[in-house]
């Protein structure tokens, strides 16, 4: 199967190239620097994740963070990613969406309005208390059933093949074992589902990538351990997935440092090896919440 991959960015390549001219969201430009200059006011704050023991909301889990990423992360997120220049990502990332559902990264649950008709159920992966609240009034106006099913994509607490699609949006930055999380994908949809992504990582232009990696200690600091310069199309094949089709570009109005999108959907054709894999249900890792 061969990928029909979309490039905003320019350059040579054998693929097939789509040039768009957009005018600037200086406003998003300028939220992005007001997040940056608050998170480092608070980047002396500890913010890690500690799943175990007993919690109501997710039998046999429970989130500890500290008080930034527990009652500030949060709210950013909330707020950078609720943008209406990330509406129209939104939009073409959740098309195709069908069946069972799950999402890695719900957060405050801002691809609700976006769930096709034929999504039958979504099984939410969310760290953040507060992220889940926030969601209250989505969920609420939801005419799909959402559950918070788990709290670490590391560990999904899903069975082997139970699920059609999946979705993640801005979330594999900030897993910290993305591999093992992309396998634990892979496990649990059906053989011939698919990874529905928009995720922001390494820029195909050397300066930026200069720039990210320059950039990306403080960057993991003050966003929960977000990655800037990690290769999201080849984790996606690494782990087995066949890439279907995937657009690249600079996010509009985003500093390219941060808004190295790909947007694309990758294709699962089932596992066959288990090796060194997790089992299902296998103890949850660390992790912190992520940019959606």
Request: aromatic residues 6%; charged residues 20%; contains cysteine.
């Amino acid at each position: 199967m061969t990928p029909t991959t979309k490039s905003t960015m320019g350059g040579s390549s054998s693929a097939r190239h789509v040039a768009t001219r957009r005018r600037p969201a200086r406003s998003k430009g300028a939220l992005w620097l007001a997040v940056w200059v608050l998170s480092l006011a608070e980047s002396t704050a500890d913010c890690r994740v500690r799943v175990a023991g007993t919690a109501s909301h997710v039998p046999g889990q429970e989130v500890v963070l500290g008080f930034y990423g527990d009652h500030v992360l949060p709210r950013f997120i909330n707020w950078a990613c609720g943008m209406k220049v990330a509406r129209p990502l939104r939009t073409r990332v959740c098309e195709g969406l069908h069946g069972q559902v799950v999402e890695l990264g719900f957060g405050s649950g801002l691809n609700i309005p976006f769930y096709p008709d034929n999504v039958t159920s979504v099984a939410a992966i969310e760290p953040a208390d507060l992220g889940w609240r926030l969601a209250a009034k989505r969920l609420a106006a939801s005419a799909v059933p959402v559950e918070r099913t788990g709290l670490d994509g590391q560990s999904l607490p899903l069975p082997d093949a139970s699920c059609d699609t999946a979705l993640s949006t801005w979330t594999l930055c900030t897993i910290p074992d993305v591999e093992t999380a992309l396998l634990e994908v892979r496990r649990v949809l059906k053989p011939g589902g698919t990874l529905h992504f928009v995720e922001h990582g390494l820029a195909p232009d050397k300066h930026v990538q200069r720039w990210q990696h320059r950039l990306e200690p403080l960057q993991k600091r003050i966003f929960g351990g977000c990655h800037l310069s990690r290769r999201i199309v080849d984790l996606l094949t690494d782990a087995g997935f066949t890439i279907r089709e995937v657009d690249v570009f600079y996010e509009q109005g985003a500093p390219k440092t941060l808004g190295a999108d790909s947007l694309g959907v990758a294709v699962s054709l089932g596992l066959t090896r288990f090796d060194g894999h997790p089992r299902s249900g296998a103890e949850p890792r660390r992790g912190c919440p992520s940019w959606r």
